[in-house]
C-alpha cells in the first residue's frame, strides 16, 4: 500500500463524512482512531469500506496520534484532524508525490485555509499557516503533549501544492466549548513543565494578545469575524493562565 489517511476522533458526526467522502479515492487505507463517540461517528465511518475503526481511550493528542500512525501499513501517511478537508489540487499533488520513484523530500509541509464561523482568515495569526501533513512512515511523530502538540523530525521538508480547508467550528457555542475543553489541557500542559501564573500574566497576556491579533497581525482586515476571533483568542489566554493559577492554588 501507498498511502494510509489516519484521522483521530471524538464526536464528529457534524464533518466526519465529509472529510472521509474528500480522501476515500486518494486512500490504500484510512485509520481511524476514535475516543469512544457519543454521537454517530462510528457509524458514519462504518460506510466506508477502506475504514478501519479503532477506539482508544484518549491519552492526549500527541500521544493518540502516535498511536495512530503505529497502526497505519502505508509507505506514506497522510495525517489529517477530523475538520480538515484536502482541496482538489493537493489531492493531485499527493498522489504525484507518493507514485514518484525517489521523492526529493520525506516531509512536506501543507498550507491551510483556516474558516472560522464561515469565514476564511486571512490575518490575524490565522493565514500564511502551514503544517506537516505528509510523511514517510518512520521519518517523524508527533510530541506527547497532551494539547498542542509539534511534529518532531530530522527531515528537510517540502511543500505541497493546494490547501487543506480548515473547518474550526460550527457555530460559537461550539467554539466556546472546544475553548474551554483545550485551555484546561493547556493549563496542566503548563503546569507540568513547571510555567507559573500571576496576578500580572492574568491580567495582561490577554490584553497583549488582542492587540498583537487585531493590530500587529492586522486581524482588523478580515471584519468582524477577525474581531471576534481576536477576542477570543485573548479570553484563551486569559482562561489558560487562571486555570493555571487555579491548579496551583489548590495542589
Known amino acids: 500500500m501507498k498511502l494510509s489517511v489516519t484521522i483521530i476522533t471524538f464526536n464528529e458526526e457534524r464533518i466526519i463524512e465529509k472529510n472521509l467522502n474528500s480522501v476515500h479515492d486518494l486512500a490504500d487505507e484510512i485509520i481511524i482512531v476514535d ?5 454517530c461517528t462510528e457509524e458514519i465511518c462504518s460506510k466506508f469500506p477502506k475504514v478501519k475503526f479503532i477506539q482508544q481511550k484518549f491519552l492526549g493528542f500527541g500521544k493518540q496520534k502516535n498511536f495512530a500512525i503505529e497502526q497505519c501499513q502505508s509507505e506514506w501517511i497522510l495525517f489529517l484532524d477530523s475538520d480538515e478537508i484536502p482541496d482538489e489540487e493537493l489531492k493531485k499533488s499527493i498522489q504525484e508525490t507518493i507514485l514518484e520513484p525517489q521523492p526529493k523530500f520525506n516531509v512536506y509541509d501543507v498550507e491551510f485555509n483556516n474558516i472560522f464561523l464561515g469565514e476564511t482568515l486571512k490575518y490575524g495569526g490565522w493565514g500564511n499557516i502551514k503544517r506537516e501533513r505528509l510523511f ?3 521519518h517523524g511523530k508527533y510530541s506527547e503533549d497532551i494539547v498542542h502538540e509539534s511534529f518532531i523530525t530530522t527531515e528537510n521538508k517540502g511543500k505541497l501544492k493546494g490547501k487543506i480547508n480548515h473547518y474550526t467550528y460550527k ?4 467554539h466556546i466549548e472546544k475553548s474551554n475543553k483545550y485551555t484546561s489541557m493547556m493549563a496542566e500542559k503548563m503546569y507540568k513543565n513547571g510555567k507559573k501564573s500571576n496576578i500580572f500574566k492574568i491580567l495582561f497576556k490577554p490584553m497583549f ?3 498583537k491579533s487585531y493590530f500587529l497581525r492586522l486581524g482588523f482586515l478580515d471584519g468582524l469575524v477577525g474581531y471576534y476571533a481576536a477576542a477570543t483568542a485573548a479570553f484563551y489566554t486569559f ?13
Not at 475516543?35 to 454521537?39: A, E, G, I, R, V
Not at 457555530?171 to 461550539?174: A, K, R, T, V
Not at 482562561?239 to 495542589?251: A, G, N, P
Open 171 to 174: 457555530d460559537i457555542y461550539h
Open 35 to 39: 475516543s469512544f463517540s457519543k454521537d
Open 239 to 251: 482562561l489558560k493562565y487562571k486555570k493555571l493559577h487555579e491548579i496551583h492554588k489548590f495542589r
Open 136 to 138: 514517510r512512515k518512520g
Open 209 to 211: 494578545q488582542f492587540f
